[in-house]
């Protein structure tokens, strides 16, 4: 098949829909489809896609303009993303699948009136919940009620939605949205997963091999509630005194994170790494830690815990929404409220107990298994097979 995916974010932005959209490229073309992604223009070596061997695809590159309130991302320009489009008329595709709900959502609604093409929209994105990080400027309830408007509007102009847990389901379910979904998370490549040398990590940056250390990766944004892991550590700290705290990633909420730490004086427990490359520092940082600590109530998916999870690390994590699918029957992972106190108490097991670990540690990989990523992608396989061979029967009627 000849698949097209319509996107406004991708990488170099760094986050979990950018990860999602190349595991379902890279999968989908090793499995021999064609894939073309369209996403905005970062500027200076953003167009330099890597090819190595892990399934190739092609990404057109949309000029786009930075947003005012939102720095990292960017907004493809209209008349830029009005040419891309009718460049991609005079091409035949067999799905266009679309990623993010904003100038991609509008592309790819267009092509399929056009050409008649399928289209799928993956609601990657709690957007309810994240409004009021982004315009705290708006009262609260009119946040929730325009995210609920914008959400049925949108997925009524799509033929089938993907939807990464069982619990955003039931969320689109309880804003009235009829359009016909699947439940299908994107897993990750288990294959890239694995390795990874966190005494390595440790000696590259002078943590000492018995230090008593934990590690988050995530984007560095309000959502992600850092804030609250950072507490935790402050409580830790009362007992382990000489722990460190590793938080991989980068975002808007960096320079409000470090002074919290400076203020529950805990910033020489804590150190930022930034984003490190996911095939070589990234995993060694994971295995750095005697746990990944996770705590995001707007997780769709999850991804950074399968990651945890395939390389062993024992977790200690709330469980929401899709942290709480991915966490549900493993055997790798201790599950805490969001309460300084109870979370605190379940790491602390974890720290003080070898025994525990190492538990933890071996049936990670195990519940890593039913998220590979090439099991999973037979699903969206069979499912843009089902709407191809849907529309052409319409078509010939």
């Known amino acids: ?5 319509l996107s406004d974010v ?13 595991t379902f490229a890279r999968s989908l073309s090793r499995m ?4 073309t992604i369209v996403a905005p223009d970062y500027g200076e070596g953003s167009g330099q896609e890597q090819h190595d061997g892990q399934g190739e695809f092609e990404v057109v590159r949309v000029p786009a303009r930075v947003i005012f309130f939102d720095p990292e991302d960017r907004l493809m320009r209209a008349d830029a993303a009005r040419a891309v489009r009718e460049s991609l008329a005079a091409r035949e595709w067999d799905v266009i699948h679309i990623h993010t709900p904003f100038r991609a959502h509008a592309m790819g609604v267009q092509l399929s009136r056009e050409l008649d093409v399928p289209t799928v929209e993956t609601y990657h994105t709690y957007f309810e919940e994240y409004v009021g990080h982004y315009l705290p400027w708006l ?13 049925r509007r949108l997925c009524r102009g799509v033929d089938h939605l993907i939807v990464p847990s069982a619990q955003m389901g039931e969320v689109l379910q309880r ?11 994107t897993g990750i490549d288990l294959g890239e997963f694995q390795g990874g040398d966190g005494a390595r990590f440790r000696q590259a940056h002078g943590i000492a091999a018995d230090r008593p250390t934990l590690v988050t990766v995530s984007r560095l944004s309000l959502e992600k509630n850092i804030a609250f892991l950072l507490r935790v550590v402050q409580r830790l700290v009362a007992r382990f005194p000489d722990l460190l705290f590793l938080i991989a990633g980068e975002g808007p909420d960096e320079a409000r994170l470090r002074r919290l730490a400076a203020d529950l004086r805990i910033d020489g427990n804590v150190r ?7 095939r070589t520092t990234l995993l060694d940082c994971y295995k750095a830690g005697d746990a990944f600590v996770f705590a995001s109530p707007t997780e769709t998916q999850g991804l950074v815990l399968i990651e945890a999870m395939a390389l062993g690390v024992p977790i200690v994590s709330t469980a929401v929404m899709g942290t709480a ?7 790798s992972a201790m599950i805490a409220p969001e309460d300084v106190d109870a ?13 525990l670990r190492a538990r933890l540690s071996a049936a990670g990989p195990d519940d890593a298994r039913r998220w590979s990523s090439d099991a999973l992608m037979r699903q969206v396989e069979a499912l843009y097979g089902a709407l191809a061979r849907e529309r052409a029967a319409l078509a010939a009627t």
């Not at 009262?139 to 959400?151: H, I, K, M, T, Y």
């Not at 804003?175 to 998370?185: F, K, M, N, R, S």
């Not at 699918?325 to 055997?331: F, G, I, N, P, Y």
């Not at 979370?343 to 025994?355: C, E, K, R, T």
């Open 32 to 35: 021999g489809h064609a894939v």
């Open 343 to 355: 979370f605190a108490g379940q790491v602390a097991q974890v720290l003080q107990s070898p025994d």
């Open 1 to 5: 098949m000849n698949l097209l995916m």
């Open 175 to 185: 804003y009235g949205i009829a359009t016909p979904h699947t439940v299908l998370p």
């Open 139 to 151: 009262p609260s309830a009119l946040g929730r009620f325009v995210a609920r408007a914008a959400s």
């Open 325 to 331: 699918m991915v966490l549900r029957d493993t055997h």
């Open 272 to 278: 930022f790494f930034g984003n490190l490359d996911r």
């Open 10 to 22: 991708y990488f170099p932005r760094v986050n979990g829909v950018s990860t999602s959209i190349r």
